[in-house]
């Protein structure tokens, strides 16, 4: 008896040195841990103050706990479609570089060109894409869009190669597309809402430009159904994107079908094009674009596939909004609209095919489209993730103009609609709509402050094939149309005050109605 009681004892005590054992490595983990944060985070801080660094001159302030109040707040304003307007309210009062800490993380948020510049060229390597390709990869995989680092590069290269060899250069590419949308309008004339034409004019062309040819099995139901599929799917994936590493928690009934949806059309359109290509004769002296993908990803159907996708999901809404606000904006300042069909009837005349050289003759034209996306950039705002300790040159000391230090992992969000209507930049009549602002010399040199392209390394591709399309499309309209007007009970607002949604892409919550005669 009294031996077992031994054993016994032995053993629980046997049993309480191991769990001290456990407590101690445990304890000892967590203060190494910690030394070792501290340690970083007093590295970075000296880094800092080498480097001239001061604390932000601006924090967003918040009354409950992890900023809930803030977060309500925005999730309320993104229900009312009125997303970007709270965002200006805070600019308001809070300056142009301001830092916050919202659900525990702490980043910033900025509209200062100097800021911009520094994060997407001349401290390039200091950031990257985040979170984004865990929370995209469900819709659109693997590609250019997602990627960073050497995997982005070599995507870039190969995309960039055959964006300069494209057959939309002469814009004969675009003509069936353009016309198509030209006759359905003209079909039902009257009160039409121009956006879902330009979503379908935007996809059509991008899938024919990229595939090489127009895709015949491509009907009006099937585009519908991959469009709504595509609609849905990029919907949820900007929320999901805008989660951060939270994306996970946010996947509603049907998102993944909706994707499901996307990938197979998509590589179906991917196998017929390379099958009609190997079929025609022609293949062996025309280039086309999709060969091309296929062979340098190494003949893997699906690599391709979700390159398509990226490409599609950067050109398609981008290109269609812009055709779409520039509308939305002709038809409320008629007096710009009579200019411009002033000037499209006097280059064009009677000829239907739009041509570069016509483009390059109508600099109004240009103007409007400028306007249009210094008002409205697709891309409103965009977050890059700082990968290794580093400063922005502006947002710290008194007056804001010394430099602030960014710790790795913070967010750096920058809002290029918030810094393209700065009254200090544009002057007082920012907030309208004025393509002759662009006349004026102290525009002329705005560098970073005018960016709906983006700038540096990861400039946008397809800016040349999205500003010919939206000009070729807005002249053939205004050509086919001798009368567009603001719909009956379409109210005029002020640029900015309207209902916007807000997905990957900004655009016209409440469509583009015009009465077309
Ligand atoms: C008015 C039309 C357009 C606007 C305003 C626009 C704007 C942008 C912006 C802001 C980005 C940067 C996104 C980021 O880095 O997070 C971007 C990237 C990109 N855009 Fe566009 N875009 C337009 C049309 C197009 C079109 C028509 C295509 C293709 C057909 C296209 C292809 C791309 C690609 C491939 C990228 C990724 C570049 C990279 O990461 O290296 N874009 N675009």
């Given at each position: 008896m009294a031996h077992n009681t031994l054993r016994e004892q032995d053993l629980s005590s046997g049993l309480?040195?191991?769990?001290?054992?456990?407590?101690?490595?445990?304890?000892?983990?967590?203060?190494?841990?910690?030394?070792l944060k501290a340690t970083k985070y007093r590295k970075e801080t000296e880094f800092g103050e080498k480097n001239g660094c001061k604390p932000p001159t601006s924090v967003l302030a918040y009354k409950w706990p992890l900023a809930l109040d803030v977060v309500k707040r925005g999730f309320r304003a993104g229900r009312q479609k009125k997303l970007l307007s709270l965002f200006t309210d805070y600019w308001g009062f809070l300056g142009s570089t301001v830092e916050l800490t919202i659900l525990g993380g702490t980043g910033y948020a900025t509209m200062d060109p100097d800021n911009i510049e520094a994060v997407l060229s001349t401290r390039f390597e200091d950031f990257h894409l985040g979170p984004r390709n865990l929370a995209m990869s469900a819709m659109i995989g693997e590609g250019i869009f997602t990627q960073d680092g050497p995997a982005w590069k070599h995507s870039r290269?190969?995309?960039?190669?055959?964006?300069?060899?494209?057959?939309?250069?002469?814009?004969?590419?675009?003509?069936?597309?353009?016309?198509n949308l030209v006759g359905s309008l003209s079909d039902s004339r009257g009160i039409i809402d121009l956006q879902p034409h330009f979503y379908r004019l935007t996809l059509n062309t991008t899938i024919a430009m990229?595939?090489?040819?127009?895709?015949e099995s491509f009907n009006h139901e099937m585009g519908d159904l991959f469009?709504?599929?595509?609609?849905?799917?990029?919907?949820?994936?900007?929320?999901?994107?805008?989660?951060?590493?939270?994306?996970?928690?946010?996947?509603?009934r049907g998102f993944f079908a909706a994707c499901k949806t996307v990938k197979s059309y998509t590589e179906q359109f991917v196998r017929d094009a390379l099958q009609q290509d190997r079929d025609s004769m022609k293949s062996s002296d025309k280039y086309t674009f999709i060969n091309d993908l296929y062979s340098e990803h190494h003949q893997d159907i699906r690599l391709v596939r979700d390159q398509v996708i990226n490409v599609l999901i950067a050109g398609r809404d981008t290109t269609a909004a812009t055709m779409s606000y520039a509308f939305r904006l002709l038809v409320r300042y008629p007096n710009v609209l009579k200019k411009l069909r002033s000037e499209v009837e006097s280059v064009l005349g009677q000829d239907k095919d739009v041509t570069r050289a016509y483009i390059q003759r109508m600099p109004y034209l240009q103007m409007v489209l400028k306007e249009t996306l210094r008002l409205y950039p697709p891309v409103p705002i965009n977050t890059r993730f700082c990968k290794q300790a580093t400063t922005l040159?502006?947002?710290?000391?008194?007056?804001?103009?010394?430099?602030?230090l960014i710790r790795p992992g913070m967010p750096v969000a920058y809002s290029v609609y918030h810094m393209q209507r700065r009254k200090d930049i544009y002057g007082?009549?920012?907030?309208?709509?004025?393509?002759?602002?662009?006349?004026?010399?102290?525009?002329?040199?705005?560098?970073?402050?005018?960016l709906p392209f983006n700038g540096g390394p990861r400039l946008c591709l397809g800016k040349d094939f999205g500003l010919m399309l939206a000009s070729y499309g807005i002249a053939r309209i205004i050509q086919a149309f001798p009368k567009i007007e603001l719909a009956p009970g379409e109210i005029w607002e002020e640029p900015g005050t309207e209902r916007q949604h807000l997905t990957l892409t900004l655009s016209n919550a409440d469509g583009c109605k015009v009465l077309l005669a």
């Open positions: 309480t040195s191991i769990r001290l054992v456990i407590v101690l490595a445990f304890v000892s983990f967590c203060i190494y841990r910690y030394v290269e190969l995309l960039r190669r055959q964006f300069v060899r494209m057959q939309y250069q002469n814009l004969e590419g675009f003509r069936e597309h353009v016309e990229i595939l090489g040819q127009s895709v469009s709504n599929s595509f609609n849905k799917a990029s919907l949820i994936t900007a929320t999901r994107v805008r989660l951060g590493d939270l994306y996970f928690l946010y996947a509603p040159p502006l947002g710290g000391g008194p007056d804001g103009r010394s430099p602030i007082p009549d920012a907030g309208s709509f004025l393509p002759e602002r662009w006349e004026r010399s102290e525009l002329a040199d705005l560098k970073w402050g005018y």
